[in-house]
T-cell receptor, first 108, second 120 residues
Framework: RKEVEQDPGPFNVPEGATVAFNCTYSNSASQSFFWYRQDCRKEPKLLMSVYSSGNEDGRFTAQLNRASQYISLLIRDSKLSDSATYLCVSDAGNMLTFGGGTRLMVKP | GAGVSQSPSNKVTEKGKDVELRCDPISGHTALYWYRQSLGQGLEFLIYFQGNSAPDKSGLPSDRFSAERTGGSVSTLTIQRTQQEDSAVYLC??????????????????FGPGTRLTVL
């Protein structure tokens, strides 16, 4: 079993839709989490950090459920420019562990 | 301020040749990481440097791969006797610090643009 698991997708959604991705992690020592966004043939860029139960930044909301060991990312009012791969990352204090990513495609 | 930089951006080499890839981390970042990403695949951890500690080489796929970090700043990843399966994008990232006891924000990694390696 991978340490951080994500549904690879793709998630195909119309512009304006709300979409949510889940990510499960197996290392109970993980203290904090990150969501990165990676555009095609580009490097990952930090989207959001999650240090407690969740975080919200504009159209993006991340929620952490420690009991069930999953993190979610919710994108509201999706834009064409949100099309990318979203990487879930866990931090157990010594190393970041990256999930394989979920691909999102927002269509007009 | 300046982000993580990597050079070259693209490298085409022949099978059996050695290559060196360079990473300049963000100034003041003590932790530096190398990853590899094949087309359509996830990130594969290679090696990690934290300050003056011995590097964590647990992700290096073979003894053809090695990395150095001079003066706690610039890092060079060397691949000897390249093989076609080494073709990938090699990404470098840095963070303020790493390990137990540091604020969680210190572990936020910032990536360079990568070096696309093609082995013919």
């Amino acid at each position: 079993r991978k340490e951080v698991e994500q549904d690879p997708g793709p998630f195909n959604v119309p512009e304006g839709a709300t979409v949510a991705f889940n990510c499960t992690y197996s290392n109970s020592a993980s203290q904090s989490f990150f969501w990165y966004r990676q555009d095609c043939r580009k490097e990952p860029k930090l989207l959001m950090s999650v240090y407690s139960s969740g975080n919200e930044d504009g159209r993006f909301t991340a929620q952490l459920n420690r009991a069930s060991q999953y993190i979610s990312l919710l994108i509201r009012d999706s834009k064409l420019s949100d099309s990318a791969t979203y990487l879930c990352v866990s931090d157990a204090g010594n190393m970041l562990t990256f999930g394989g990513g979920t691909r999102l495609m927002v269509k007009p | 301020g300046a982000g993580v930089s990597q050079s070259p951006s693209n490298k085409v080499t022949e099978k059996g040749k050695d290559v060196e890839l360079r990473c300049d981390p963000i100034s003041g970042h003590t932790a530096l990481y190398w990853y590899r990403q094949s087309l359509g695949q996830g990130l594969e951890f290679l090696i990690y440097f934290q300050g003056n500690s011995a590097p964590d080489k647990s992700g290096l796929p073979s003894d053809r791969f090695s990395a150095e970090r001079t003066g706690g700043s610039v890092s060079t990843l060397t691949i000897q006797r390249t093989q076609q399966e080494d073709s990938a994008v090699y990404l470098c990232a840095s963070s303020l610090g790493s390990g137990q006891g540091v604020p969680s924000s210190y572990n936020e990694q910032f990536f360079g643009p990568g070096t696309r390696l093609t082995v013919l």
